[in-house]
Nanobody, 125 residues
Framework: QVQLVESGGGLVQPGGSLRLSCAAS????????MGWFRQAPGKEREFVAG????????DYANSVKGRFAISRDNAKNTVYLQMNSLKPEDTAVYYC??????????????????WGQGTQVTVSS
């Protein structure tokens, strides 16, 4: 059974940093593209960042480009999201997700077949 477990969320002041982790099990993740999404209250789930497992190519939403960085540790089957210069508008539940293959990074949530339970990130003074 595939499991994705996020951790690292919390409360941070504007301008601060957090690092989210997503530990994956139950699938050969060398063959999976991974993504981070977020959902704020009253809003649709939106793409944040993605990474292909082999080669490590990445893609980012315009709203986080230059502030967030996605990375992965293949040996640990873990994906990270380093978030810097956080803004109140980054407040959301953050989810990691897995595509069934090492395919192109998709911004569409319905192309990912497994999801974590989410971790809350709150940016507030």
């Amino acid at each position: 059974q595939v499991q994705l477990v996020e951790s690292g969320g919390g409360l941070v002041q504007p301008g601060g940093s957090l690092r989210l982790s997503c530990a994956a099990s139950g699938r050969t993740f060398s063959s999976s593209t991974m993504g981070w999404f977020r959902q704020a209250p009253g809003k649709e789930r939106e793409f944040v960042a993605g990474i292909r497992w082999r080669g490590g190519s990445t893609d980012y939403a315009n709203s986080v480009k230059g502030r967030f960085a996605i990375s992965r540790d293949n040996a640990k089957n873990t994906v990270y999201l380093q978030m810097n210069s956080l803004k109140p508008e980054d407040t959301a539940v953050y989810y990691c997700a897995s595509r069934p293959t090492d395919s192109i990074i998709s911004w569409s949530a319905n192309t990912y077949d497994y999801w974590g339970q989410g971790t809350q990130v709150t940016v507030s003074s």
